[in-house]
């Protein structure tokens, strides 16, 4: 079990099912290793010894590189909505297996998405000194106004309301934005009025 030890200290808190192959340890005892408790399956393929290793910031940053944080979660990142999301909201190649998603905790709530329409927007932000992927906040309005029903009804006011506020708002991003993702009625309607 040492060796164990120091392969995921190794590997910063996780590993993969196929890396335990260099210490000699096949998926038979890497489940007996689950089952005792030695071993925490964090999703299909990725162990640790310890959940309590990581935040939750931790384990998303980790897992999903390639995710742009989007919806809810962005508008939380952007304080843009007070309350946290129940999920992580995950915006992903829509060519990504569906079974990456499927765990336990945290909670990720995946938004399929087109490579062309994934790269519009994307940027980078920086939460407790981890690196995400991130939607700008323009994108993200456009997204809201695109995916309403998605959202709660207070929690899209309160969106609008805190970007209508934002003095770092930038308006031509959002109506170049808005004609991408097909919004340009709504932007004018619900925002425009505002402006």
Known sequence: MEKVH???????????KEEFADIDVDYRRILDFVESGELVRIKNGYYTDRMDRFSEEE?????FPDACLCMESALYAYGYI?????????????NTSKSRFKMD????IPYYTEPEALAL?????????LTFGIYDK??????????????????FKEALQSYIKD???DISML?????ARKVVSKVQSLIGVWL
């Open 175 to 179: 109506m170049e934005y808005a004609r």
């Open 82 to 94: 007070r309350q946290k999301p129940y999920g992580w909201h995950l915006a992903v190649d829509k």
């Open 105 to 108: 905790y945290p909670k990720v």
């Open 6 to 16: 120091k392969l995921i200290d190794s590997h910063g808190g996780i590993v993969k």
């Open 138 to 155: 323009e994108r993200v309005i456009c997204d809201c106004l695109k995916y309403e029903g998605k959202l709660e009804h207070e929690i």
């Open 59 to 63: 384990l998303i940053a980790r897992l």
């Open 121 to 129: 927007g994307a940027t980078k932000i920086e939460i407790n000194d």
């Open 167 to 169: 003095e770092e708002k």
